[in-house]
């Protein structure tokens, strides 16, 4: 039988990229969004190109009841899951403090502390039952280091790395692995977010470096997934060469 992965944040960027690389090496897909045609989509392009089976599973992440009730209520051949890509999440604003608009902390609260969370509750009732999975959630260089108008998207992913470790404490007596993945910047649709549609703002981030590409940060995910039933990669941060950390660039010729 083919192994099987869930992720969230599949219509775009991380998620997109890791999908399509779980399918080329065999993998058959759970894919999770909001975006329910841009799913459906990749589900049909993914199947066809690869010859997997791909289950579209759209939901909110901030929805705790749709969240548990979708992962629960998967068919019984779908809920084998070996390893999820709990990867959903955004930034919005790049506001000082006193400026920011608590609207955009809230969401961002929701989705990537609470809705991280549920969704890898939900799925690691199935790995227990199991005593097999691998957790692989999406932090951030943010949640290594607060920089400047970061504030509360950088608390989050400071969130996420602590929940990271929880789970890998709490689950290691059910033979789970569990991973943090702290990328820096990266070419996504993440800055057009953030920026809330300015194209313009959002490709400055990228001036005089050549950002991640969301094909090499699905490579190393591969990477952790693949290795012996014996070895966890606990944390990894991995950034372009032109930048060491959320707050140095080299943008130089
Ligand atoms: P994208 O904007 O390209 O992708 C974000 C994905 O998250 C989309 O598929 C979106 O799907 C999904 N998503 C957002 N909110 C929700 C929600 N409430 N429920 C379900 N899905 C949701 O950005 P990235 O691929 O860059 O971002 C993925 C993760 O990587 C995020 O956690 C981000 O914080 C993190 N990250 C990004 C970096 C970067 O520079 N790009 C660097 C470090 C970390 P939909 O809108 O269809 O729901
Ligand atoms: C995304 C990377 O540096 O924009 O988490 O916070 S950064």
Redesign the pocket.
């Known amino acids: 039988m083919a192994k099987i992965i869930l992720i969230?944040?599949?219509?775009?960027?991380?998620?997109?990229t890791t999908a399509e690389k779980f399918a080329a090496n065999g993998y058959d897909l759970i894919l999770?969004?909001?975006?329910t045609d841009?799913?459906n989509e990749l589900c049909t392009k993914l199947e066809t190109k690869y010859n997997i089976a791909c289950y579209p599973l759209?939901?909110?992440?901030?929805?705790e009841k749709a969240v548990m009730n979708s992962i629960s209520g998967l068919p019984e051949e779908w809920k084998s899951i070996d390893v999820l890509f709990n990867?959903?999440?955004?930034?919005l604003g790049r506001d000082y403090f006193d400026e920011a608009d608590l609207n955009d902390w809230n969401?961002m609260v929701?989705?990537?502390v609470k809705?991280?969370a549920y969704v890898a509750k939900a799925v690691s009732q199935l790995m227990v039952k199991r005593k097999h999975g691998h957790i692989i959630n999406?932090?951030?260089?943010?949640g290594k280091l607060v920089y400047e108008r970061g504030n509360m998207?950088c608390a989050?992913?400071y969130a996420?790395d602590a929940l990271n470790q929880a789970m890998r404490i709490d689950l290691l007596r059910h033979n789970i692995k569990v991973t943090g993945?702290?990328?820096?910047?990266?070419?996504?649709?993440?800055?057009?977010?953030r920026f809330k549609g300015d194209e313009d703002t959002a490709k400055k981030?990228y001036d005089g470096l050549e950002?991640?590409k969301?094909e090499d940060?699905a490579d190393v995910i591969w990477y952790c997934a693949s290795l012996p039933p014996h070895v966890c990669i606990n944390d990894l941060t991995i950034t372009c060469t032109r930048q060491a950390d959320g707050i140095y660039f080299y943008r130089g010729n």
């Open positions: 969230t944040g599949a219509t775009s960027g991380f998620g997109k999770n969004g909001r975006r841009r799913l759209p939901f909110d992440v901030r929805d990867n959903a999440g955004l930034a969401i929701d989705t990537n809705g991280f999406m932090g951030s260089v943010a998207y989050t992913k996420v993945i702290h990328p820096g910047a990266a070419e996504t649709e993440f800055s057009i977010v981030i950002p991640l969301p940060v």
